[in-house]
């Protein structure tokens, strides 16, 4: 069955720190890949998507992720954390089943931004 | 645009009582979908539809109605509320399910206690 595994359901970095949140995904290549932010009582905000024209992909608030086929993997990382970066994120793969496209969520993970 | 709005966005019920959560989005998207957030369990899909007139039962369906008679109204109706149902419900769309323009933009949610 198609599934995505986000690794760590919490993650805690300092201020100014590398941000890498896990992301795999079962199957073959599926066509697109997404992360999602959530602030507290807020509804989910597209960071970026992968289509593949491009491995690596930028996304808002100095954001990227490198889609890795070999690993089916498809991780989010950010070279120096901010306050403001403190959320859940949501990995989301889109399958094919049964000819239609689906979109499936892994399970989020928290970000905390230690002082 | 004013994007996709919920309504309500907080609702308490008792066991057995029925009640409608709205959905509009004023985008042109074909595509429309509900979700629950669960703690520790993602987003998982509830029911989506691809056109007016046309909807489909996603991974949760059960306890739970939909109907689409217009491009920008996308109601859920719980028939019977139970408690196993207390959750964060999510509407989505995105202004195409078949193609590269799939990534869904989210409402503000509405929580809903049943008790």
């Known amino acids: 069955a198609q599934s995505v595994t986000q690794l760590g359901s919490h993650v805690s970095v300092s201020e100014g720190a590398l941000v890498l949140l896990r992301c795999n995904y079962s199957?073959?290549?599926?066509?697109?890949l997404f992360w999602y932010v959530q602030y507290p009582n807020q509804g989910l905000q597209l960071l970026l998507k992968?289509?593949?024209?491009?491995?690596l992909v930028k996304g808002i608030n100095g954001f990227e992720a490198e889609f890795k086929k070999s690993e089916t993997s498809f991780h989010l990382t950010k070279p120096s954390a901010h306050m403001s970066d403190a959320a859940e994120y949501f990995c989301?793969?889109?399958?094919?089943?049964?000819?239609?496209?689906?979109?499936?969520f892994g399970q989020g993970t928290r970000l905390t931004i230690n002082p | 645009n004013a994007g996709v709005t919920q309504t309500p966005k907080f609702q308490v019920l008792k066991t057995g009582q029925s009640m409608t959560l709205q959905c509009a989005q004023d985008?042109?998207?074909?595509?429309m979908s509900w979700y629950r957030q669960d703690p520790g369990m993602g987003l998982r899909l509830i029911h989506y539809s691809v056109g007016a007139g046309i909807t489909d039962q996603g991974e949760v369906p059960n306890g739970y109605n939909v109907s689409r008679s217009t491009t920008e109204d996308f109601p859920l109706r719980l028939l019977s509320a139970a408690p196993s149902q207390t959750s964060v419900y999510f509407c989505a769309s995105s202004y195409s399910y078949r193609g590269p323009y799939n990534e869904q933009f989210f409402g503000p949610g509405t929580r809903l206690t049943v008790l």
């Open positions: 985008m042109n998207h074909e595509y």
């Open positions: 199957s073959s290549v599926p066509p697109y």
């Open positions: 992968y289509t593949s024209a491009a491995t």
């Open positions: 989301a793969v889109i399958f094919i089943i049964q000819g239609a496209q689906k979109l499936v």
